[in-house]
């Protein structure tokens, strides 16, 4: 069993940045592949970006690619999301997930544990 808190998500201009974190507990972590999604309100969870166990796999959503960078560190048992350059339409409620596989996935049911989320609010 894997369980995880996400932290740093809060209020914050356009154009602005903040780092979320995800730390999980349970002595696999390292073997699982993790991943970041979001949900706005009357929107459906979306994939933003996931990594290997090893850091070198690290897809990113076409709307996040070149301002969101994914990163673990293995021996702390978390995992970040720099988020920079905001934007309003970045506004959401952000979950992190694992899955029993090394590799990451970009698809929700892909994932076998969840967070319960931080939400993230981009001023304009």
């Known amino acids: 069993q894997v369980q995880l808190v996400e932290s740093g998500g809060g209020l914050v201009q356009a154009g602005g940045s903040l780092r979320l974190s995800c730390t999980a507990s349970?002595?696999?972590?390292?073997?699982?592949?993790m991943g970041w999604f979001r949900q706005a309100p009357g929107k459906e969870r979306e994939f933003v970006a996931a990594?290997?166990?090893?850091?070198?796999?690290?897809p990113y959503a076409d709307s996040v690619k070149g301002r969101f960078t994914i990163s673990r560190d293995n021996a702390k048992n978390t995992m970040y999301l720099q988020m920079n350059s905001l934007k309003p339409e970045d506004t959401a409620v952000y979950y992190c997930?694992?899955?029993?596989?090394?590799?990451?996935?970009?698809?929700?049911?892909?994932?076998?544990?969840w967070g319960q989320g931080t939400q993230v609010t981009v001023s304009s």
């Open positions: 349970g002595r696999t972590f390292s073997t699982y592949a």
């Open positions: 997930a694992s899955r029993r596989k090394s590799v990451p996935g970009t698809g929700i049911y892909e994932y076998d544990y």
């Open positions: 990594i290997s166990w090893s850091g070198d796999s690290t």
